[in-house]
């Protein structure tokens, strides 16, 4: 689930600072002899490619052979070349000396690498080290800053990103991921990941049919307010796929307007809540003081035990704020057992 109000890689600093929305870590520099392998296609494969020409809010991108070495520009960009088999020839450095999440490092080392070639982006895109790379492709299906680096590399190789601005932060992970296999020749594997992570959500839906027609309401303390992130035009995501459904209050907020005041935390009630604290004690209120809260205690959801903090530190509040074909199992995996505590009142 996706906040406007914050930067993916403010967040991801900040968070993995606390020990997590961290956005996956520990990609150092340099790489491992067989880095390059797994993105090499089969001549078979490769004869097999039809030219592409995609349209993009800049312009459009013309692929003409199918690309081999793939660069990205953001860590969703580099889940989504992991996920269709790819190990990109460089990447951002999101993780900045922390751990990298399981399910990343899983999909790393089943390709054949240890760790990933990585750029500083401390100051954004880094072309130069792009360009020494020489990739036949670069994906920017996830970023926020297109919009200047577009024109710095599209000269380097094609760019695969999306046909509106405002996509940004409107496409679904399954969204970006159709579009960069287009690029990449790879839209059989795509639907792969797709249907395999269907099955993941159908199956645990289906194992807790005590999950349908709940309520739910899932919060996230930024250092600015408390956020309803569950507002009506929100992506439904993992929670309405597992079953759950917005509040009626969900109506009430929306990207541009989703502060909660202490005076109004009864707006948060739901069959279930759920709060995250990706910042710590550097978020607006801390955990104790929130859960202290009277107004906070007197909820329904809270008194009933149907309220649950969901953590940070394993990188799963980042996930969900930030779902790639990476992470949407693992998060299903993670958020299932959560949220059957809290609806049983555990």
């Not at 070349?81 to 922390?98: F, N, Q, R, W, Y």
């Not at 990207?255 to 809540?273: I, M, R, T």
Request: charged letters at 25%; aromatic letters at 6%; proline letters at 5%.
């Amino acid at each position: 689930m996706h906040s406007k109000n914050t930067g993916l890689r403010t967040i991801g600093a900040l968070v993995a600072t606390a020990a997590c929305v961290g956005l996956l870590a520990g990609c150092g520099e340099g790489s491992t002899k067989d880095e390059g392998k797994p993105a090499a296609s089969g001549s078979a494969d490769a004869k097999a490619f039809a030219p592409v020409t995609l349209k993009n809010a800049w312009g459009s991108t013309e692929v003409k052979k199918k690309p081999v070495k793939v660069a990205t520009v953001s860590d969703g960009d580099t889940a989504i070349a992991l996920a269709l088999g790819l190990v990109p020839v460089i990447t951002p450095d999101v993780e900045d000396g922390s751990k990298v999440a399981e399910y990343k490092q899983a999909a790393i080392t089943k390709l054949g690498a240890a760790k990933l070639k990585t750029y500083d982006d401390t100051d954004g895109t880094a072309y130069e080290a792009i360009a020494a790379e020489a990739p036949d492709i670069i994906l920017g299906m996830n970023t926020w800053e297109m919009d200047k680096d577009y024109a710095k590399l599209s000269p380097i190789a094609p760019v695969v990103t999306f046909t509106d601005k405002a996509q940004a932060d409107t496409l679904t992970w399954q969204e970006r991921l159709k579009t960069a296999a287009k690029a990449l020749g790879l839209e059989d594997k795509a639907n792969e990941v797709i249907a395999a992570n269907d099955k993941t959500t159908n199956d645990a839906a289906a194992a807790h049919p005590e999950f349908k027609g709940k309520t739910y309401t899932y919060t996230v303390v930024h250092p600015e307010q408390i956020s309803f992130m569950s507002y009506e035009a929100q992506d439904p995501g993992v929670f309405e796929r597992l079953g759950f459904t917005k509040t009626d209050k969900a109506k009430n907020y929306g990207p541009d307007k989703n502060g909660v005041s202490l005076e109004n935390l009864d707006q948060l009630d739901a069959d279930v809540l759920l709060v995250t604290y990706p910042f710590g004690d550097r978020g607006v209120i801390s955990p104790k003081e929130l859960e202290g809260n009277k107004l906070f205690q007197s909820l329904n959801s809270v008194k009933n035990k149907h309220f649950a903090v969901v953590p940070s530190d394993n990188t799963l509040a980042s996930a969900i704020a930030y779902p790639d074909p990476l992470s949407a199992p693992w998060v299903t995996q993670q958020l299932t057992p959560l949220l059957a505590k809290a609806v049983a009142g555990q």
